[in-house]
T-cell receptor, first 112, second 117 residues
Framework: QKEVEQDPGPLSVPEGAIVSLNCTYS??????FMWYRQYSRKGPELLMY????GNKEDGRFTAQVDKSSKYISLFIRDSQPSDSATYLC????????????FGKGTKLTVNP | NAGVTQTPKFRILKIGQSMTLQCTQD?????MYWYRQDPGMGLKLIYY???????DKGEVPNGYNVSRSTTEDFPLRLELAAPSQTSVYFC????????????????FGNGTRLTVT
């Protein structure tokens, strides 16, 4: 079983839709959970991060972590064409040289 | 600030050739990383460094070497290029925050696209 599993999609939605992106993981030592956004031919950029379990909201984006199920989600409300990108989940343990383990990424297209 | 700068942006190598991918950051970050990204495969860690003079292997180090003589620079060396090394290579850096202040983000460069034929 891979440490981090993420459905690579692709996912295509109309503008204004609610988007749900998900990852599962197997390492119970993970404490930091992140979502990176990667535009075409660019490096990934941090979108949101959560420590341990719970929800975090930032504008149209909500990140959820359920450690009991080893499952994390990113919700995008009122999706916009500018949200079209690849979204990568990433996780790390506390310490550990700040190394991240990434999911495969989900490619999202929001159609106007 | 330029952030993380990678050169070259593109390169085509013949099998068996060697090259160095350059990475430099101007944020005084201690931690630096090299990842490779293959289509649909996410980012895999090749090598990382927690400070000048200290390097360690990641998940996929075979066929690569690194050095870290300064805080700013973290070059990645391919000695005998193979088609399996065709990929997009990303360099990233970060720093360790004070305890209780959360996790600093990884700052990525825009990648080097390498083709080995």
């Amino acid at each position: 079983q891979k440490e981090v599993e993420q459905d690579p999609g692709p996912l295509s939605v109309p503008e204004g839709a609610i988007v749900s992106l998900n990852c599962t993981y197997s390492n119970s030592a993970f404490q930091y959970f992140m979502w990176y956004r990667q535009y075409s031919r660019k490096g990934p950029e941090l979108l949101m991060y959560t420590y341990s379990s719970g929800n975090k909201e930032d504008g149209r984006f909500t990140a959820q972590v359920d450690k009991s199920s080893k499952y994390i989600s990113l919700f995008i409300r009122d999706s916009q064409p500018s949200d079209s990108a690849t979204y990568l989940c990433a996780m790390s343990v506390v310490g550990g040289s700040e190394k991240l383990v990434f999911g495969k990424g989900t490619k999202l297209t929001v159609n106007p | 600030n330029a952030g993380v700068t990678q050169t070259p942006k593109f390169r085509i190598l013949k099998i068996g050739q060697s090259m160095t991918l350059q990475c430099t950051q101007d944020m005084n970050h201690n931690y630096m990383y090299w990842y490779r990204q293959d289509p649909g495969m996410g980012l895999k860690l090749i090598y990382y460094s927690v400070g000048a003079g200290i390097t360690d292997k990641g998940e996929v180090p075979n066929g690569y070497n690194v050095s870290r003589s300064t805080t700013e620079d973290f070059p990645l060396r391919l000695e005998l290029a193979a088609p399996s090394q065709t990929s997009v290579y990303f360099c990233a850096s970060t720093y360790l925050r004070e305890l209780g202040q959360g996790k600093a983000p990884l700052h990525f460069g825009n990648g080097t696209r390498l083709t080995v034929t």
